[in-house]
């Protein structure tokens, strides 16, 4: 009769998780790992094939968690535009090595659920601010990098934004876009 896994892949991808949230992801290896777990390096081989495996896996994981976060601030009640941009700015803040390992150390590939995010958006800044599609996909844009601009430097250290700050920050940034683009659509 095979013994029973008593160490699952699950389990390994939340220590690896909260590994990467302590340490970073240049810190993540089978023994790192298994130290975490109290365990050999072998349940880890038996989960997988190999680290890269591993990693694959442990970034679609990260990936899940950052859409989670996102997702469930922008339900929040208030502005759409303010909470989507300060929950990125804020996991940048709070999970610093994840938002390293995402943005950071991945190539970026814009997965199906990143662009069902973006398209959402980008129809709410349509219908909201009455704009063209491709008027509403380069508010969008710009907002969206602004906003990494600052979450890259609360990141890096070069700058510590407060909340307030950052809100400030935000909300100037819209009333230039909102202007911009309302003088191009005769809104303004």
Not at 13 to 26: H, N, P, R
Not at 124 to 152: R, V
Request: proline fraction near 1%; include cysteine; charge should be positive.
């Amino acid at each position: 009769m095979p013994v029973k896994k008593t160490i699952t892949k699950n389990m390994i991808i939340d220590k690896a998780i909260s590994l990467i949230e302590k340490e970073g992801i240049d810190k993540v290896n089978a023994r790192s790992i298994a130290k975490e777990l109290k365990c050999s390096t072998q349940p880890i081989y038996l989960s997988f094939q190999n680290m890269e495996e591993l990693k694959k896996e442990l970034l679609q994981e990260v990936w899940n968690r950052y859409f989670q976060y996102i997702n469930s601030s922008i339900q929040k009640e208030g502005s759409l535009y303010m909470n989507s941009l300060t929950s990125y700015i804020n996991f940048a803040r709070n999970h610093k090595h994840l938002f390293e390992l995402l943005f950071f150390k991945t190539k970026y590939v814009r997965s199906q659920e990143a662009i069902k995010h973006e398209e959402s958006i980008i129809l709410k800044i349509m219908k909201h601010g009455n704009y063209s599609y491709q008027d509403a996909k380069l508010f969008y844009l710009q907002s969206f990098l602004f906003t990494h601009g600052i979450a890259c430097n609360i990141v890096t250290g070069f700058s510590e934004y407060t909340e307030k700050e950052v809100n400030e920050l935000l909300l100037e940034n819209f009333k230039t876009l909102k202007n911009q683009y309302g003088k191009k659509n005769g809104s303004n």
